[in-house]
């Protein structure tokens, strides 16, 4: 797919520009500390309380950080409330999809869109983003393993309060950044009443934002299809990239800049790849003792962290972070598996061609304002 193609052009270039400017001193090494010191105390908290997937509370750790408390407060409360609400749907909703495709595909429409369309059209995006998810996981957690959904979901609504409470704690040590975010020209309070879907002036208003959620929810609800053709038994991460992908600015779909989606699945596969590959590459050469391990996580979210923060492949860094945290960090015990890394990109890989042929049978209607992207 050409706009594909042109995605994955520019990133060797701009990986080794990013490479080049990092810095063992300064502002944005002090910054990229923050992170550090946060998923280091959200993976020993987890540890003590001996929790099944240590990743997610250093997931936690990672993404909530921010400038200071005062914007990684409600970040942090947001990415809480939304995974607890998410859970108990999903939790709502499983026991009548662990053994009927079809209602799971119709429930995971449903979240999705609900997730997808208020992460646009909300200023509390990020907690939608994590109701939408979590939903969605915990609902096919049914389908692999009925019998453990509720363990399933209380487990992941704990891995990510401790991963935020311990950002929150780090965060607390330094002085507040001033915050960068500009106010949303769209943001809202709620999508409207039910009703108002039929209404002509509302679709008018928000009919971008509605077709994008739509497509969105459909590679979502379609990937059941895909994990009874293949046999995948592991579903979570292939859903995610699905609808994590789509989570784009509400004024790129606005302006149609739909470039950014292809931007987005490419910069999601080459980071994981790349994260999972100096895990693997850390692993082979010197093995899975404490102090490597820490040594490389220390080293590998201080640089993800650089090229979060750098100008062009900013979405590469976050996924090169989170590829070698779920690879580097999986339970308790030391690494014996590396199959967690693969999983996770294969799942990225099946969700991103699920994004590509939904694009292709509907297609994106861009811009021309996206040649400038």
Not at 312 to 330: A, E, K, P, S
Request: charge should be neutral; glycine fraction near 8%; aromatic fraction near 10%.
């Amino acid at each position: 797919m050409p706009f594909l193609i042109s995605a994955l052009r520019p990133i060797p270039r701009a990986l080794v520009r990013e490479l080049k400017s990092l810095q063992l001193s300064g502002p944005r090494a002090r910054e990229a500390a923050k992170p550090v010191l946060s998923v280091l105390v959200a993976v020993a908290a987890a540890t003590i309380l001996n929790l099944d997937d240590l990743s997610w509370a250093a997931f936690s750790g990672y993404m909530v950080m921010r400038g200071g408390v005062a914007e990684t407060f409600p970040r942090g409360l947001m990415r809480v409330a939304g995974t607890a609400g998410g859970a108990l749907l999903g939790l709502l909703l499983a026991p009548r999809t662990a053994d009927d495709p079809l209602l799971l595909m119709v429930f995971l429409f449903m979240v999705s869109w609900v997730g997808t369309f208020q992460s646009l059209a909300t200023k509390y995006s990020y907690a939608w983003l994590f109701f939408g998810l979590t939903a969605g996981m915990v609902t096919t957690e049914a389908l692999a393993s009925p019998d453990s959904v509720v363990h399933f979901a209380a487990t992941r609504v704990t891995e990510i309060t401790v991963g935020t409470s311990a950002c929150l704690v780090v965060a607390g040590l330094f002085s507040d950044e001033p915050s960068c975010r500009k106010p949303r020209a769209y943001d809202m309070l709620w999508c409207g009443r039910l009703r108002d879907l039929l209404n002509e002036d509302w679709l008018r208003e928000h009919g971008p934002l509605f077709e994008h959620s739509t497509r969105a929810a459909l590679a979502v609800a379609l990937l059941p299809l895909v994990w009874r053709w293949f046999s995948i038994e592991d579903f979570s991460q292939t859903a995610i990239t699905s609808y994590v992908v789509m989570i784009i600015p509400s004024a790129v779909v606005w302006e149609r800049r739909y470039v950014t989606i292809y931007e987005r699945m490419a910069h999601r596969t080459v980071g994981c790849l790349l994260g999972s590959a100096i895990a693997l590459i850390s692993i082979g050469l010197f093995g899975t003792g404490l102090p490597v391990t820490v040594l490389t996580l220390i080293a590998g979210v201080w640089v993800g962290y650089h090229v979060q923060t750098g100008r062009d492949i900013n979405y590469l860094g976050t996924q090169f972070t989170l590829g070698l945290l779920v690879t580097l960090v999986q339970g308790p015990a030391p690494i014996t598996d590396i199959a967690p890394g693969l999983e996770r990109l294969l799942g990225i890989a099946i969700g991103s061609a699920m994004l590509c042929l939904t694009s292709f049978v509907w297609p994106l209607k861009t811009s021309s304002i996206a040649d400038g992207n």
